[in-house]
């Protein structure tokens, strides 16, 4: 078994550009866009335990935010759980992390950010 600890560098640059993104578009007051520069870096991060449960606590944050019971319910056992399966290494791939998505369910990796995988030297997850 094969155990997860720290986002290769190559990798890290984007997952963080994902987060900046994020940020902006949430001090902007662009909420659609801010979600999805966190859906985008969940996809990023989430093999990664730090990083996948760092961006279920944005998402929690956002939830309240916006004050959807709904997120911060579906939120909740995501953080308390996202990490711990990204460090065992079974993670849904492709998961996006909102609670509009089964936690369980693999949903297919849209081509950008395919390639920042393939871009940082690491195979596309599957």
């Known amino acids: ?3 997860h600890t720290v986002m ?3 990798l890290r640059p984007y997952f963080v550009t994902e987060l900046d993104a994020y940020h902006k578009q949430y001090q902007a007051g662009h909420l659609e866009d801010a979600w999805r520069h966190l859906e985008r870096a969940h996809v990023i991060g ?8 760092l ?5 929690l944050l956002f939830g309240i935010k916006i004050k959807s019971a709904k997120e911060v319910l579906g939120q909740i ?11 065992v290494g079974k993670i849904p791939v492709g998961n996006t992390g909102g609670s509009n998505i089964p936690p369980l369910r693999s949903l297919p990796i849209e081509e950008e950010i395919q390639d920042i995988f393939t871009q ?5 997850p599957s």
């Open 1 to 3: 078994m094969i155990f």
């Open 46 to 53: 989430q093999a990664y335990p730090y990083a996948h449960s």
């Open 8 to 10: 290769p560098a190559s």
């Open 55 to 59: 961006v279920h606590w944005k998402m």
């Open 120 to 124: 940082s030297g690491l195979s596309v």
């Open 77 to 87: 056992p995501r953080l308390l759980v996202g990490g711990v399966k990204s460090f």
